[in-house]
Nanobody
């Protein structure tokens, strides 16, 4: 499975940005069964969970967010395009990080903990200037 993220760059605090991630390598008709998500790595820190969106095989809430981005970020997906998006609004300097698109190896796993991540994208840098 390959995950290609795009959309990073430099913005000012308070601005918005949308990241995209296209998945390939899975059969088209099973892509929608897997959860997709985003992690980020702030300079000098461990990679941390940002958000995930369930696959259509999951139950319960469709999305989940870290407390630090809840209410500002929105994750969504377009299964017809094998693509997951992260809409980031009201960006803060502390959101500056490399953002990684992720997906689990199994449909039953949710990409909220690192041990549940089966595949990582290459990362895209988001820089928020104050």
């Amino acid at each position: 499975v390959q995950l290609q993220a795009s959309g990073g760059g430099l913005v000012l605090a308070g601005d918005s940005m949308r990241l995209s991630c296209v998945a390939s390598g899975r059969s088209f008709n099973v892509y929608s069964a897997y959860a997709m998500g985003w992690f980020r790595q702030i300079p000098g820190k461990e990679r941390e969970f940002v958000a995930y969106i369930r696959g259509n095989s999951g139950n319960g809430d469709t999305t989940d967010y870290s407390d630090s981005v809840k209410g500002r970020f929105t994750i969504s997906r377009d299964n017809a395009k094998n693509t997951v998006y992260l809409q980031m609004d009201s960006l803060k300097p502390e959101d500056t990080a490399v953002y990684f698109c992720v997906t689990p190896r199994y449909t039953s796993h949710l990409p909220r903990r690192r041990e549940n991540i089966g595949f990582w994208g290459q990362g895209t840098l988001v820089t928020v200037s104050s």
